[in-house]
């Protein structure tokens, strides 16, 4: 394992297994990373001045990993806990070694500008599916605020705390626990009913679930979908964490498909068929398409109220 190394106290929070991956290129950490992280205070993610923190649940054993890139070289890793030596073997990855920004052909002159503005962008492969699956559920037909908050009150008192030095991060709760969760604690968390039984259903087959991270987009669909409660914008948000595809579009979204519209023709109310249509060209690279665009922040203006926001919590 390059650039890797063991400590006796890793796992009492003390120097742990290290690791550096070089990209060769620009390469932008945070920007890359993003999208693994559940809002500002998911449990399992924390990003500031030196660097992004991630506490993972791998099948060697939790793990901390803390990622840093203190200039224009290589990205420096370390990692605590059982599952460290997994999590560094699949650093390259985990960073986008796998993914090939060189394979985009812009064919607006809005994703050639921003390809251009964004070299640094690399699509990511954690390779773990759970991680990605369950809080992808918990995000299904609510607003962001309240997933944020159902997967933060379900890691924090379900979850373990993290191996290593850093004190807030939590690692996420293994298969079983998910499935033990009691009823009334789905409904503090403001999970209603169908959600929480997609998670246990997932839970339930999880060794199946994971495969998906080694298989090709379309079987990769295919198998999470099998579960009742997961549809293909669930499948999709999933794939573009835990294996990269950089074609894994996400359809069925409330906002996608408008922003996309608006910012490629500047019309309103672009629905999935619309957003398909326009990204045909990039087919194969829909989903890398898709990221680029909201790099630009150009979105059609507000006419009608955002989603309201529930509590179920309080029924």
Same mark, same amino acid.
């Given at each position: 394992?390059?650039?890797?190394?063991?400590?006796?106290?890793?796992?009492?929070?003390?120097?742990?297994?290290? =690791?550096?991956? %070089? $990209?060769?290129?620009?390469?932008?950490?945070?920007?890359? @990373? *993003?999208?693994?992280?559940?809002?500002?205070?998911?449990?399992?993610? !924390?990003?500031?001045?030196?660097?992004?923190?991630?506490?993972? +649940?791998?099948?060697?054993?939790?793990?901390?990993?803390?990622?840093?890139?203190? /200039?224009?070289?290589?990205?420096?890793?370390?990692?605590?806990?059982?599952?460290?030596?997994? &999590?560094? #073997? +699949? @650093?390259?990855?985990?960073?986008? &070694?796998?993914?090939?920004?060189?394979?985009?052909?812009?064919?607006? %002159?809005?994703?050639?500008?921003?390809?251009?503005?964004?070299?640094?962008?690399?699509?990511?492969?954690?390779? @773990?599916?759970?991680?990605?699956?369950?809080?992808?559920?918990?995000?299904?037909?609510?607003?962001?605020?309240?997933?944020?908050?159902?997967?933060?009150?379900?890691?924090?008192?379900? /979850?373990?705390?993290?191996?290593?030095?850093?004190?807030?991060?939590?690692?996420?709760?293994?298969?079983?626990?998910?499935?033990?969760? $009691?009823?009334?604690?789905?409904?503090?968390?403001?999970?209603?009913?169908? !959600?929480?039984?997609?998670?246990? =259903?997932?839970? !339930? =087959?999880?060794?199946?679930?994971?495969?998906? &991270?080694?298989?090709?987009?379309?079987? &990769?669909?295919?198998?999470?979908?099998?579960?009742?409660?997961? /549809?293909?914008?669930?499948?999709?948000?999933?794939?573009?964490?835990?294996?990269?595809?950089?074609?894994?579009?996400?359809?069925?979204?409330?906002?996608?498909?408008?922003?996309?519209?608006?910012?490629?023709?500047?019309? *309103?109310?672009? %629905? %999935?068929?619309?957003?398909?249509?326009?990204?045909?060209?990039?087919?194969?690279?829909?989903?890398?398409?898709?990221?680029?665009?909201?790099?630009?922040?150009?979105?059609?203006? *507000?006419?009608?109220? *955002?989603?309201?926001? /529930? #509590?179920?919590?309080?029924?």
């Amino acid at each position: 394992m390059p650039g890797a190394r063991t400590a006796p106290d890793a796992a009492s929070g003390g120097r742990g297994l290290r =690791r550096s991956w %070089d $990209p060769g290129g620009p390469y932008d950490l945070h920007l890359s @990373l *993003r999208v693994l992280r559940r809002g500002p205070y998911d449990p399992t993610c !924390r990003t500031g001045p030196d660097g992004f923190w991630r506490a993972s +649940r791998t099948p060697a054993g939790p793990v901390t990993l803390h990622l840093r890139r203190p /200039g224009p070289g290589p990205v420096r890793a370390e990692a605590w806990g059982p599952g460290a030596e997994w &999590a560094l #073997d +699949r @650093l390259p990855a985990l960073l986008g &070694a796998d993914d090939d920004p060189d394979a985009f052909v812009p064919h607006h %002159d809005l994703t050639r500008d921003a390809h251009r503005r964004n070299p640094g962008l690399r699509l990511v492969r954690t390779g @773990l599916v759970m991680e990605a699956l369950i809080p992808s559920v918990l995000e299904q037909k609510v607003t962001t605020e309240e997933a944020f908050r159902a997967w933060r009150r379900l890691v924090r008192r379900y /979850g373990e705390p993290a191996p290593g030095p850093h004190p807030e991060l939590c690692v996420m709760p293994e298969p079983r626990t998910w499935c033990l969760i $009691p009823s009334w604690e789905w409904h503090r968390a403001g999970v209603d009913g169908k !959600r929480s039984a997609t998670v246990i =259903r997932a839970a !339930r =087959r999880a060794p199946r679930m994971e495969e998906a &991270a080694g298989m090709e987009l379309d079987a &990769a669909l295919a198998r999470l979908q099998a579960i009742p409660g997961i /549809g293909p914008w669930t499948a999709a948000e999933t794939l573009q964490r835990s294996n990269g595809d950089p074609d894994a579009l996400t359809v069925g979204d409330l906002h996608l498909p408008g922003i996309v519209g608006y910012a490629l023709t500047g019309r *309103r109310g672009v %629905d %999935d068929a619309g957003m398909l249509e326009l990204l045909a060209p990039y087919t194969g690279q829909r989903h890398r398409a898709a990221r680029l665009i909201l790099t630009t922040g150009r979105t059609p203006p *507000r006419r009608v109220p *955002r989603m309201p926001r /529930g #509590d179920i919590a309080r029924l």
